[in-house]
T-cell receptor
Framework: EAQVTQNPRYLITVTGKKLTVTCSQN?????MSWYRQDPGLGLRQIYY???????DKGDVPEGYKVSRKEKRNFPLILESPSPNQTSLYFC????????????FGPGTRLTVL | AQTVTQSQPEMSVQEAETVTLSCTYD???????LFWYKQPPSRQMILVIR??????QNATENRFSVNFQKAAKSFSLKISDSQLGDAAMYFC????????????FGTGTLLAVQP
């Protein structure tokens, strides 16, 4: 089954404690992205990757890092989380261009105290 | 910069009736794609329908159809014969053509379906 998986699904942490949210896809997609969803703001892209070792900033990259060492994995790293990073996070993947379906993971609800 | 605007934060419809959700966008690109996503309480993002800007014909998927007005930069979603399972947050999204996977989302419309 084609899917994007994220872990953990829920996370409560404290300010400054480094964390990683994992994302994996089984569709051999080149493109992967991270979005955050906040009430009244919709989803906004944090970082994206066009292929292995190729990553770039989206619209709201501050406070986040990513890596793409393997095609299937695209972890999101918060080196020093702050309360304003409390949000719902989605990983997504797609093949190259056009109207190719963008597959979303199930979301990770992060709370930073 | 491209923007997507959904001016209706909440909408309500009676079961079996028709509802239209509005979306406008701003872009200077000629090659782009438009999407409607549904987000039920499970939070999963589900693609409802998509439209290529170069196609004049409006996209249709079963009870879901769009009214794509390119000159007006309008992309509304019509849900016919509304069902209780249609209750969800609906997001309009834009993606420019070419080598990108970036979706630009509107702020969403929360649709309630009354029995």
């Amino acid at each position: 089954e084609a899917q994007v998986t994220q872990n953990p699904r829920y996370l409560i942490t404290v300010t400054g404690k480094k964390l990683t949210v994992t994302c994996s896809q089984n569709m051999n997609h080149e493109y992967m992205s991270w979005y955050r969803q906040d009430p009244g703001l919709g989803l906004r892209q944090i970082y994206y990757s066009m292929n292995v070792e190729v990553t770039d900033k989206g619209d709201v990259p501050e406070g986040y890092k990513v890596s793409r060492k393997e095609k299937r994995n695209f972890p999101l790293i918060l080196e020093s989380p702050s309360p304003n990073q409390t949000s719902l996070y989605f990983c997504a993947s797609t093949s190259t261009g056009g109207t190719d379906t963008q597959y979303f993971g199930p979301g990770t609800r992060l709370t930073v105290l | 910069a491209q923007t997507v605007t959904q001016s209706q934060p909440e909408m309500s419809v009676q079961e079996a009736e028709t509802v239209t959700l509005s979306c406008t966008y701003d872009t200077s690109e000629s090659d782009y794609y438009l999407f409607w996503y549904k987000q039920p309480p499970s939070r999963q993002m589900i693609l409802v329908i998509r439209q290529e800007a170069y196609k004049q014909q409006n996209a249709t998927e079963n009870r879901f159809s769009v009214n794509f007005q390119k000159a007006a930069k309008s992309f509304s979603l019509k849900i016919s014969d509304s069902q209780l399972g249609d209750a969800a947050m609906y997001f309009c999204a834009y993606r420019r053509g070419g080598a990108t996977n970036k979706l630009i989302f509107g702020t969403g419309t929360l649709l309630a379906v009354q029995p």
